[in-house]
């Protein structure tokens, strides 16, 4: 079992930045590839960002790429998501997700999502 708990969203104007957290219970953190997804009112949820359990691989969403930046410290069973130049477009409730086990493939669909955290709502204003 792995429990997500994001947080770090918040309020925030066009062209600034927020860095979202996602602590990660239990022992097997460091196996699990961990990803981003957000949510936009009426919208399907989608992928955002996406790092390997080892943290070698990396992988965006093209509406961020060069702007938000995923990252992990196993030793603190933590992953970031630091967001920057952001635009009105990335508002959302963001997601943490971690892959269907350990040592799989990212997640880079909500398919291939093992467990997710509860969301923590990103605003930005025009």
């Known amino acids: 079992q792995v429990q997500l708990v994001e947080s770090g969203g918040g309020f925030v104007q066009a062209g600034g930045s927020l860095r979202l957290s996602c602590a990660a219970s239990g022992r097997t953190f460091s196996s699990y590839a961990m990803g981003w997804f957000r949510q936009a009112p009426g919208k399907e949820r989608e992928f955002v960002a996406a790092i390997s359990w080892s943290g070698g691989k990396l992988d965006y969403a093209d509406s961020v790429k060069g702007r938000f930046t995923i990252s992990r410290d196993n030793a603190k069973n933590t992953v970031y998501l630091q967001m920057n130049s952001l635009k009105p477009e990335d508002t959302a409730v963001y997601y943490c997700?971690?892959?269907?086990?350990?040592?799989?493939?990212?997640?880079?669909?909500?398919?291939?999502?093992?467990?997710w955290g509860q969301g923590t709502q990103v605003t930005v204003s025009s």
């Open positions: 997700a971690a892959g269907l086990g350990a040592y799989k493939r990212y997640p880079s669909s909500p398919v291939e999502v093992g467990y």
